[in-house]
């Protein structure tokens, strides 16, 4: 089991890296405009929800991105405290784009699954992941 694990965390480095993924961002940063994205508008507080970080990790990522302009800060109108993000147009644009390169990267992945067994990997995975959440929960570790 330890070996599965080990060779899974292997594999999914290349989504963990800081190096630039894809217009100019890395997949970490890609995160931050992806759910932006899909809810146009989101509190900065809720981002740090849905990334699963702390607030000084959503700051890092979300900072070089406002400076390359792809995201929009601005101070809520009915709470002042409260900072939204949104995407400017060059940022819809890069999101565009990073999710073509996405779908070439996804869809080597699926060649590489036998359509008949593709049904039964997707299951195994998710039960796998389940489990990995719920044991992470108990011993400790932040997952």
Request: charged share 30%.
């Amino acid at each position: 089991m330890l070996f599965l694990i080990s060779e899974l965390a292997k594999a999914l480095r290349c989504c963990q890296k800081e190096e630039v993924f894809c217009e100019n961002v890395t997949f970490s940063q890609f995160r931050v405009l992806d759910a932006i994205g899909e809810r146009k508008r989101m509190r900065l507080s809720e981002l740090h929800d849905v990334l699963g970080v702390d607030k000084s990790t959503t700051t890092r990522l979300v900072n070089p991105l406002v400076r390359q302009g792809l995201i929009r800060r601005e101070r809520c109108q009915q709470d002042g405290r409260a900072i939204n993000l949104s995407l400017t147009q060059e940022g819809v644009d890069a999101w565009n784009s990073i999710w073509d390169c996405l779908s070439i990267f996804i869809d080597s992945i699926r060649r590489g699954i036998p359509e008949e067994k593709s049904s039964e990997v997707y299951e195994s995975v998710g039960i796998f992941l389940d489990a990995m959440k719920r044991a992470s929960s108990i011993g400790g570790c932040k997952f």
